[in-house]
Every structure is written in C-alpha cells, then in structure tokens.
C-alpha cells in the first residue's frame, strides 16, 4: 500500500523565474497528480490604464512582461488601430515585423538557455546568455535600450531602421547562422541532455488540442498552428510562414520536453530567414502615419467601440482587446489573454509519471510567463481562499462586462469583431 | 557531445571576456557620486547607443508650461507646478519612453545618456531644471 505524499514547488523556488505553485502528489518520487495554483503576481494592469489615456497604456502594455513586452505592446495597438481604423504604412509595418522577430530570436535563446541551466547543463547556458548579447546589442541600436523597447505607436513606429542598422542585423543574421548551430548540436546531440528531456513532460497531439496549447507547446505536440501563417498580421502576409512542427525535421512528433526544445531551437533559423526577408522587402516611406502625438490623442478620445488584435508571441497567441467610449480620454476596458494562460492548463497533464527532479524543467518547458497569465483576482474581502470553476469564472465574466456598460454591444461584437481584428 | 563542446571550449580559453567588469570595486552609496570622483577611476562602461534614453534632462527656461509631458507620461513622474507654470521630474519614476520628450512643442526635455542614477536619495533623482 502506497502513500501518495504533497509536496508544493514554488511560490518561490530556485528553478522558477516567476512565483507559481505545483502542488505535486508523489508516490515516492512519481507524480501522480499535480495541481497549479496560480496567484502570486497580479498586479491590476488593466485597472491601472482606466485611468490612463491609449499613448500611455502603450508603454504599460509594455510592462505586462519583460521578455514578450513588443508583442504585448503589438496587440495592444492593433486592438486600438482596430477600433480606430487607423492605417499603418508599409515600411512600419515590416518595421514592426523586424522587431517582434528580433524578440522571438531573443526570447527562445534565453529559454534554451534557462532550460540546460535547470536540467544542469551550464556550460551550454553561458553559451546561450553570451550568443543572446548580439541580438540585444541591435535592439539596443535600433530602439535605445535593451527591454522596453518603447519604438511601436499608433498608426507607425517611432523610430527608423537606417542604412547602419539594417547593416547591423545583417551581421548579427550572419552571427547567428554560423554559431548557432553548434550551440544546437551541444544541447541536442548530448546524451545526458537527451536522457533528461526525452519522454518527459508528454502533451500528446489530442491532449494538445483538447486543452488548446498554443504556440511551440502545441506545436512540439505535432500540432500545425501559426498565426503568422492562419492570420497573417503586419508584414507576415508578405513573407511565407511555415510552423515548425517536429515531425518535419525529426519524422514523429514526441511532445515531449526536447521536441520543445528543438522546436524553439529551429524557429529561431526561421527568424533569421524572416529577417532576412523583411530587410530585403523594407518598403520606402514613411514610417509613422501621424507623427503628432496630439492629434493622435484627439482622433482617440472621438473613437468608440471594441477592437481586437491577436498575435502570435514567442510563446503562443497573444490576444488584446480594448474598449474605447467617445468622448472620454482614457481606455474604457482591456483584456488580456497571454498565452501561458492556455499552456497552463497542461500543466497537470505533463506531470504525470514524471519523477519530481523533473518537475521545474515540465514548468519551464512552456516558457511560462506567469506576469502575463494573472490577469484577474477574485477577492470579497474575508480571509477564506475561494476557488472559482470554469463554468462560474465564465459566468461572472460575463456579468462584468456586461455591468461595465454598452461597450460589448457596439461596433465589434462577439465573432464580428475576431474577423475585424484578424483580416487586415 | 564532448567532441562538439571541445572546439568551443577552446576558442572560450583564448578569446576575450564575454562580460565587463562593474564600474566600481564595491558598491557604493551613491554610484553617481562614486564614477565622477577624480580620486579613484571607475571601470569604463560599455558605451550606450546613440538612440539611448536615460535620464531626463529638463531646460526650465524654455518651458512654456503646456502640460502636454503631463498629458503622455505613462508613469506620472512629472508634476505640473501650477502657480509657476513649469513642471518638475520625478526620475525615479520615470519609465524612459521618452513620449515627453517628443510631444514637447519647445523642446524644452532630452533623454541623456546617463543611466546610473540609481540612489538612496529620493529628492536627488527629483530633475527642476533650475
């Protein structure tokens, strides 16, 4: 007779970046079930930008995480340019496209990196970290600092890529195809590295579109799901877009934590070649639609209604949607659904059977952001921790946004304004 | 592999530090105060690129009191002086997006290049341009 013993990892734990709680039920050292509990880091974004006008909310848009913060930031001004109408020219929009590469370049190196520090793999983590410096040494060029970028605003960016810089991602495009590689074969030719991560944390493809994984998660599954190809925003719908899906370079799709890995590896080569496109097809002109912020200020405050942006960040599908009422300076509402919210609740799935020594690299595996998945927190003042079902969090959702006044009703709503968010 | 990781090991042993050294030996109470005293040279920083935002900068004789900074800034960091007509940084606050300084109609704020402004002193990263 076995006893099954619960053990917490986190809130705080030395193989999370960010504050989340497994509750894992061992037998020994086997899971046998396991239980998130999210919680820890809601900060009221969206509370904040109530009382902030749409110029504003973009920078903390941005502050919503640290490592996606441009695709955030995109989301955010396409649900805005959505409800506006207002047009983006095309040298902004490939400026754009430029941009959110650099950051899923960025983004996945970090993640390689992070995921040989947690199986022990150092030596391959610094390798990692410093390859990364030359991706954040040309957003630094090209938008002044190394996270928050602050480069994209209505209707444009806010600044230009010159002649200089596009020579500087060239280089930096070169650097990467020929180190890179290496790096790749360390990690994934390793044996040990190869021991630790295959066959652990296993999201088959049913349970991959069961709990709708999104992003690499779903697409180490063996899942083709994209929405740089199924709905292509910005310059995306100029440059072809494939999904890296295991299968295609490994013959069968594992769903485990080195197809993850290999998928997040092999997207970065995508990016590269992205960037290389967008470089060669920049358009001539301007980059920015209106220049005064004032006047785009005053066209805002007249807007009204509800407006949609979905992309597709490093981790999976981002999706913003803001509310604006006319006459009234600041942002009526805005939701936010970041794509650890959906990875999260396969979270208890890859758990099973795996020993608990693997249990922070299944967490990590996601790339999780747990800054951009706490998005909402009950609270009704008394000290008893309350939990909410699904069918109840939908319900009192619902009643929220329907309290918060006619805004669902207007221009926009429901699958209305998904295809207004999606066909530009 | 031992024989993939072995090359790069090698190019590692020979080629030069990846990181730089902190500009000063210890940490000390005001970084600010510590890398302008002639006595003791601090470690020279990577230099930051020519699009970089750093610390606010505010010339309060051009200022015309527009409150449009007040207007854009995300973070609140500037306070509108009613009774003067100009305005003062906090820089503590400041998220460095520099949507201020491009709003300005006078050009009367630019983000400099300093970025070590960290300090226990609130009222020292209070900018008034006087």
Redesign the interface.
């Known amino acids: 007779m076995s006893t099954t013993y619960t053990v917490p990892i986190g809130p705080v734990h030395v193989g999370l970046k960010e504050p989340v709680t497994a509750w894992l039920d061992l037998e020994g050292e086997r899971i046998v079930g396991a239980k998130i509990r999210p919680g820890a880091i809601h900060r009221g974004i969206e509370f904040m930008a109530r009382e902030r006008n749409p110029i504003q909310v973009i920078y903390l848009s941005e502050r919503i995480c640290g490592i996606c913060s441009f695709s955030h930031v995109i989301a955010f001004i396409r649900a805005i340019e959505d409800l506006a109408g207002l047009k983006v020219p095309p040298r902004a929009q490939y400026i754009r496209t430029l941009v959110l590469e650099l950051e899923r370049v960025h983004s996945h190196l970090l993640w390689a990196g992070v995921a040989c520090y947690t199986i022990g793999f150092d030596s391959a983590f610094h390798l990692g970290m410093q390859m990364r410096e030359r991706v954040m040494d040309v957003l630094e060029l090209l938008t002044g600092n190394r996270v928050n970028y602050g480069v994209a605003t209505f209707g444009g960016v806010r600044w230009d890529v010159t002649p200089e810089l596009a020579k500087a991602m060239r280089e930096m495009i070169r650097y990467y195809r020929r180190e890179f590689t290496p790096f790749r074969e360390i990690v994934m030719a390793d044996p040990v590295a190869q021991a630790r991560m295959r066959n652990v944390g296993v999201l088959t493809r049913d349970e991959a579109v069961r709990y709708s994984a999104v992003g690499p998660t779903a697409r180490a599954s063996g899942l083709r799901v994209d929405l740089r190809k199924s709905s292509p925003y910005e310059a995306y719908a100029d440059i072809p877009v494939e999904p890296v899906v295991p299968q295609d370079y490994f013959g069968a799709a594992h769903g485990d934590v080195l197809d993850r890995f290999a998928v997040r590896v092999l997207e970065v080569y995508q990016s590269l070649d992205i960037m290389d496109a967008a470089l060669d097809g920049l358009p001539e002109g301007p980059y920015v639609a209106e220049p005064n912020v004032n006047k785009v200020l005053a066209s805002l405050k007249k807007a009204e209604g509800t407006g949609w942006g979905i992309i597709e960040a490093p981790r999976g599908d981002d999706t913003h949607i803001v509310s604006l009422k006319g006459g009234d300076d600041n942002v009526f509402w805005w939701k936010v659904r970041a794509p650890t919210y959906a990875n999260a609740v396969s979270w208890p799935l890859m758990f099973r059977g795996n020993e608990l020594a693997d249990a922070p690299l299944i967490i990590n595996s996601i790339d999780p952001c747990i800054s951009c998945m706490e998005r909402m927190m009950v609270t009704d003042g008394g000290g008893d921790p309350l939990i909410v079902t699904k069918t109840e969090l939908l319900e009192r959702c619902r009643r929220k946004t329907f309290d918060l006044g006619s805004g669902i009703r207007t221009k926009g709503a429901g699958t209305g304004g998904l295809e207004g968010g999606t066909t530009k | ?1 031992i024989t ?2 072995l ?3 090698f190019r590692h042993i020979f080629s030069r530090a ?1 990181t730089n050294l902190f500009p000063a030996a210890h940490m000390p109470p005001s970084l600010t105060d510590a890398l302008s005293d002639p006595d003791s040279p601090p470690n020279p920083t990577v230099p ?6 750093g610390r606010l900068n505010y010339d309060r004789s051009k200022c015309i009191g527009c409150k ?1 900074c007040v ?5 609140h960091a500037t306070d509108y002086l009613a009774e003067e007509k100009k305005i003062i940084i906090h820089n503590d606050r400041c ?5 201020c300084t ?2 300005c109609p006078v050009k009367c704020l630019s983000m400099s290049s300093q970025f070590m402004i960290s300090s226990y002193d609130r009222k020292a990263n209070i900018v008034t341009g006087a």
């Open positions: 592999m993939r990781i090359p790069q090991l990846a930051v690129g020519k699009r970089f935002r449009l207007r854009v800034c995300p973070a998220c460095f997006c520099a949507q491009e709003v």
